[in-house]
């Protein structure tokens, strides 16, 4: 029918002979679609020497995502890919099963650094034990996971944190407080007239006032301090380490006048006034809600 057969004989263990049939023609097709669905699987993949750790074979999707010469590959190893670290991305007591998961920095043909997923496979290559690694760019995945985390705690307009991470930091700051007899001061800055402003100009310009009395703010602050934004027009000042009430006034009165001084945007100059509320730790509440809830009552 065609079929190339070779015969083997076997010595069982009593003596025994047994022969065994082995179809070529199928073997032969068996190896040509693996190594169709190797060089062309869209996911990039490489084989790995065990022993040395040689590239012993990459697929047309890991020439595209690495940015080498497939002739490169034959002259590296798998450490050459790696950004960091001197393990190497599999167990080599594997039994055979899938392994992997775990998210490796690796680097590009340009120097460009990339996030992969690494997912390996024990195999045998050109009769030698070897490693097949699906390698999976995940850098814009997490870059988006990245993104989201970010915005969650923080304000979309301005960069600032928003409430939910404003009381995650006050409360830390005023467990310290407690250890350490400190006072941590919380103020609420309202703009006054603020939605004459936007109703004048537009919420364009209202939009980029906002972010200009972020910076100017951000800027007169100590750097331990915090600045968060928790309403349209409303600011949150935490300065921790206070050590008389006079000094809360005294940066009340400092961020006011900052806030007074003229902003120039888009040809408009713009003036505004601002108010502030101030509560103190601990005689104005000991827990965050509680002393939010009486800077913004001070304010009003």
């Known amino acids: 029918d065609g ?14 002979v047994i022969g065994l049939r082995v179809d070529i023609t199928e073997l032969k097709q068996r190896e040509e679609s693996s190594r169709l669905l190797f060089e062309s699987n869209p996911v990039p993949m490489l084989v790995c020497a065990l022993d040395d750790e040689k590239i012993l074979a990459a697929n047309d ?15 590296m190893g798998v450490r050459n890919l790696q950004a960091c670290g001197a393990e190497v991305p599999w167990t080599t007591e594997s039994d055979g099963d899938a392994l992997g998961g775990r998210v490796w920095k690796h680097v590009k043909a340009d120097g460009s650094p990339i996030d992969v997923a690494i997912y390996s496979c024990r195999l045998t290559h050109d009769n030698r034990p070897a490693m097949l690694l699906a390698l999976i760019d995940i850098t814009e995945r997490r870059r988006a996971e990245a993104r989201l985390a970010f915005m969650s705690q923080h304000d979309s307009l301005t960069g600032l944190p928003n409430r939910a991470m404003l009381r995650d930091r006050l409360g830390g700051l005023l467990a310290g407080s407690r250890r350490s007899g400190r006072k941590v001061a919380v103020m609420c800055i309202d703009l006054d007239n603020f939605k004459s402003i936007n ?13 200009d009395v972020a910076r100017r703010l951000r800027s007169s602050l100590r750097d331990e301090d915090c600045l968060a934004r928790l309403g349209a027009n409303e600011f949150v000042v ?3 380490d206070v050590d008389r009430p006079e000094d809360v006034v005294i940066l009340a009165k400092r961020l006011l006048e900052v806030i007074g001084e003229r902003f120039v945007i888009e040809g408009h100059t713009v003036v505004v006034s601002a108010s502030v509320g101030i509560a103190l730790a601990p005689g104005d509440g000991d827990d965050a809600d509680k002393l939010l809830k009486n800077a913004d009552l001070a304010l009003s």
């Open 199 to 211: 109703d004048a100009l537009g919420h364009d310009i209202g939009d980029k006032l906002l972010s």
């Open 61 to 75: 999707a890991a020439v595209s995502q690495y940015g080498y010469e497939r002739s490169a590959f034959e002259h």
């Open 3 to 16: 079929r190339v057969l070779l015969m083997e004989e076997q010595v069982t263990s009593d003596g025994g």
């Open 238 to 240: 935490i300065q921790q």
